[in-house]
């Protein structure tokens, strides 16, 4: 069973900067994709970047491409969020997950697609 922890949310000013990480144990799967996801009160919960743990490639949803990174290290079992140039709509929870299920209709950006989640950790960006 995996377990996923995520830390390194909290408040922040609008244009300041974040490090949000996900600790996998026992390991991360060297032949996964995890990503981020993040809900905020009232939406629904949608996805913010995701990464092929074996290649590194990522992908990123339009409105954090350019300002936030994804980024693993495979040695801690850790996942990373680099955020920068946060905005007050960045505001919500952030969520860690992996477990990817490959096949017809799993797609990085579908909630459904993974197994195993965190409980999320909250990012405040104040104006």
């Known amino acids: 069973q995996v377990q996923l922890v995520e830390s390194g949310g909290g408040s922040v000013q609008a244009g300041g900067s974040l490090t949000l990480s996900c600790a996998a144990s026992?390991?991360?799967?060297?032949?996964?994709?995890m990503a981020w996801f993040r809900q905020a009160p009232g939406k629904e919960r949608e996805a913010v970047a995701g990464?092929?743990?074996?290649?590194?490639?990522?992908h990123y949803a339009d409105s954090v491409t350019g300002r936030f990174t994804v980024s693993r290290e495979k040695d801690k079992n850790t996942l990373y969020l680099n955020m920068t140039n946060l905005k007050t709509e960045d505001t919500a929870t952030y969520y860690c997950?992996?477990?990817?299920?490959w096949g017809r209709g799993a797609f990085w950006h579908r909630p459904a697609s993974y197994n195993n989640w965190g409980q999320g950790t909250q990012v405040t960006v104040s104006s």
């Open positions: 997950a992996s477990g990817f299920k």
């Open positions: 026992p390991y991360i799967d060297n032949e996964d994709s």
């Open positions: 990464i092929y743990t074996n290649t590194g490639g990522t």
